[in-house]
């Protein structure tokens, strides 16, 4: 395989008129120069010392979760940004999925509240200031304010033996009900983007810093994590950036006809496990692991303000 190379080593190095190296070195400055500005910001935004301290802090309120409720916990599971180690400083989320033996896989809807008021009281005792704050009891999580690191939302969810066995049951529940089987699937949710490139995982970043750099006109209009992460994966898989430059041109091309996107992932599931009604909403953007669930959802989303902020942008100001 080194004759081949050799051939090229010697074409590239055949004399050249004298502009045109010059040209292609200031090119490949520009092209470095503007890349590197996108390495910085990312340092800046996910340093070691920060992603150290947001999973000590997760570790410690699952542990205090698991020793002071009186839950018999299979499993837990670190979801979210901090889970998927995509989170920024400054608008880090995490999610703690209570896998629980005993929890019935139906009516979600008449056990869940009672079950998150207990939590939330025994936790409101239990945790300092110093380890949390704001901590009250939602539809279906717990949520609390880790002081100036993160948001963590706790959630509760039977032990199934399986994936398939969790689809099924999804399946077989009422449309109103699925939201509450959403945090299981957090382990594939957390695979999905864990086996992505480090590269596409700075994308991820990238955009997250891009998307609290903006005015939303409200939450309805603000792109969800999930929508970034699946924008970013599916763009590098599609596009194979060479740079951060170009991965970020890229997702925000994507990005300005959000209405008309059709995306769907066949790592987990197939095409027929989709429910049948979501082929008709548009966009379709497939959560990756839930075939019940369009991220892109318009209920969920309205994608205008994504759409124009995204063509007329620039990326650092």
């Not at 837990?76 to 896998?99: M, P």
């Not at 066949?266 to 990756?288: C, E, I, N």
Request: glycine letters at 6%; one cysteine or more; aromatic letters at 8%.
């Amino acid at each position: 395989g080194s004759a081949p190379k050799a051939v090229q080593g010697g074409v590239s190095a055949a004399p050249v008129p004298w502009a045109r190296p010059k040209v292609s070195v200031m090119e490949k400055e520009a092209a470095t120069a503007d890349d590197s500005l996108y390495q910085e910001l990312h340092t800046k935004i996910s340093s070691r010392a920060f992603n150290s301290r947001i999973a000590q802090a997760l570790s410690s309120i699952a542990q205090t979760v698991q020793d002071k409720c009186f839950l018999n916990v299979k499993e837990v599971v670190k979801g979210g940004s901090v889970g998927k180690a995509t989170a920024i400083s400054g608008g880090a989320d995490a999610e703690l999925v209570f896998f629980c033996e005993g929890l019935p896989a139906s009516k979600q809807e008449k056990w869940m509240p009672p079950l998150l008021r207990g939590v939330c009281s025994v936790l409101q005792m239990q945790l300092s200031e110093a380890e949390a704050t704001g901590i009250e009891a939602m539809e279906d999580c717990v949520r609390m304010q880790v002081e100036g690191l993160m948001s963590v939302d706790l959630r509760f969810a039977p032990a199934f033996d399986s994936y398939a066995d969790a689809v099924t049951a999804l399946g077989r529940s009422e449309p109103a009900a699925r939201k509450y089987f959403q945090p299981m699937f957090v382990k594939e949710k957390v695979q999905f983007v864990g086996k992505q490139p480090g590269s596409v995982k700075v994308t991820i970043r990238l955009l997250k810093w891009w998307c609290n750099q903006q005015e939303w006109s409200c939450d309805l209009t603000r792109p969800s994590n999930e929508i970034l992460e699946a924008i970013a994966i599916y763009s590098a898989q599609q596009s194979k950036p060479k740079t951060q430059a170009q991965a970020i041109a890229n997702c925000m091309s994507l990005m300005s006809r959000f209405d008309s996107l059709r995306i769907m992932w066949t790592a987990h599931y197939q095409r027929d496990d989709v429910w049948a009604p979501l082929f008709k909403q548009r966009p379709l953007l497939m959560d990756p692991v839930n075939p019940f669930c369009n991220l892109a959802d318009p209920k969920k989303f309205d994608a205008r303000d994504l759409m124009g902020i995204a063509a007329t942008t620039r990326f650092f100001w």
